[in-house]
Each structure stands twice: as C-alpha cells, then as structure tokens.
C-alpha cells in the first residue's frame, strides 16, 4: 500500500528557515507528482505546487511562486517544502499528496504537518 | 487564479439525497475533464471520493456521484448518513500554470 509519510510538527520564530518533508513508501514513487496543499487555521485547501519524481519538473501555483521552494531527492522517494523567511502568516498544516502520471487526481495523502510561526 | 466557487454549507436529513456544485471557469472546470472531489473530517487528510468528474475509486460508496456541465461541476450525495458530515472539496487542473485549484470548500451538516 503506497503512503506518504511527513515529518512532525515545528515551532520556528519570524524570520528563521525551515524545510519539511514528505516520504513515500509501499510503491515506487518515480512516476508520481507530489503536491504540496496549505490549510490556514480553519480555512480550506489551497495548491501550493507540484513536482515530478522523476525529473523534479516543478510548477507553481501563482499565489506561492517565489514564496516558497518545492523540490525533492527520488533516490529516497522524499519531497520538500521550503521557506528562507518564515512570516506568522506562513502557520498553518501543511499536506503532500500523492498522483501517479497520467492521472489528475490525488489518490495518497500524507498526514499533515503542523507548522506554526511565533516570536 | 481565483478559487473555484462552492456554497459555503449544505445541509440535509439522513436518507435525504444533497448536490454540492463548484463553478469555474473554461480555463479550468470547463476546459478540462480533470475535476476530483475530496472529503475532509476534522484533523484528517482529505480522501478523494471522486475523480475525473465522475468516476469512483474503488472502496468509495455508490452513495457518492459526480457530474459537469459548461463551468459547473457537481457532487451529489444519496442516502445522507451521519458519517457524511465532513468538508468537501472540488479541484480542477487548470491552465494558469498547469496546476490545479482548489474550491472553496463545502461544509455538510447531516440534520
């Protein structure tokens, strides 16, 4: 059974970097897409961008091209998400997900991680 | 690239059948046949429950179909059961940046 499995929660002041991941097992993850979805305290979803396995090809949702870094090591079947400058408006649970190529649907979720920015 | 436009809530009483509509735009819901549907309970990851606008991936309830016309996806719910009550979520594959976009999200409240 393939998952995603992300890492725990972190606690980071204004300013300070940060990079989370998110790693695939049960299935080889080459030929998927990982994308990125930020939920803000008690909001809904939203894209972040998304990137290819097997060649780190990334694209990016308008909103969050340049805010942050997607990028990923296939070797280990790990993606990451990355920020330089954290900002409190950056807290929220942050999910990868998982869709083979080909398909344009996200079949295998990661369990979250709780990001929260407070000086 | 703006979200994709559900109601904010939905309501309906056990047995009772519900349809969630999402509206887009041609460059995403209407240009593409790549609308998927996710649920979400609180504190979980959202679960696909229908993908392609209209196909069910296997272990999802026959209780759950999908359906489009022009910019305008829609979810529909049959035999509401209290399980149901949860967060639902529409996503296209869009143009702008050929990515995808989420909707704005769903709250079903079974009465």
């Known amino acids: 059974e393939e998952q995603l499995v992300q890492s725990g929660a972190e606690v980071r002041k204004p300013g300070e970097s940060l990079k989370i991941s998110c790693k695939g097992s049960?299935?080889?993850?080459?030929?998927?897409?990982i994308g990125w979805v930020r939920q803000m305290p008690g909001k809904g979803l939203e894209w972040m961008g998304i990137i290819y396995f097997a060649d780190s090809n990334t694209k990016y949702s308008p909103s969050f091209q340049g805010q942050v870094t997607i990028s990923a090591d296939r070797s280990i079947s790990t993606a990451y998400l990355q920020w330089s400058s954290l900002e409190a408006s950056d807290t929220a649970i942050y999910f990868c997900?998982?869709?083979?190529?080909?398909?344009?649907?996200?079949?295998?979720w990661g369990q979250g991680t709780t990001v929260t920015v407070s000086s | 690239q703006s979200a994709l436009t559900q109601p904010a809530s939905v309501s309906g009483s056990p047995g009772q059948s519900i349809t969630i509509s999402c509206t887009g735009t041609?460059?995403?819901?209407?240009?593409?046949?790549?609308v998927s549907w996710y649920q979400q309970h609180p504190g979980k990851a959202p679960q696909v429950m229908i993908y392609?606008?209209?196909y069910r991936p296997s272990g999802v309830s026959n209780r759950f179909s999908g359906s489009k016309s022009g910019n305008t996806a829609s979810l529909t719910i049959s035999g509401l059961q209290a399980e149901d009550e949860a967060d639902y979520y529409c996503t296209s594959y869009t143009r702008s940046g050929a990515t995808y976009v989420f909707g704005t999200g769903t709250k079903v409240t079974v009465l």
């Open positions: 392609d606008v209209y």
């Open positions: 997900a998982g869709a083979r190529n080909g398909n344009f649907f996200w079949d295998v």
């Open positions: 041609s460059g995403d819901v209407g240009g593409y046949h790549y």
């Open positions: 049960g299935y080889s993850f080459t030929t998927y897409w």
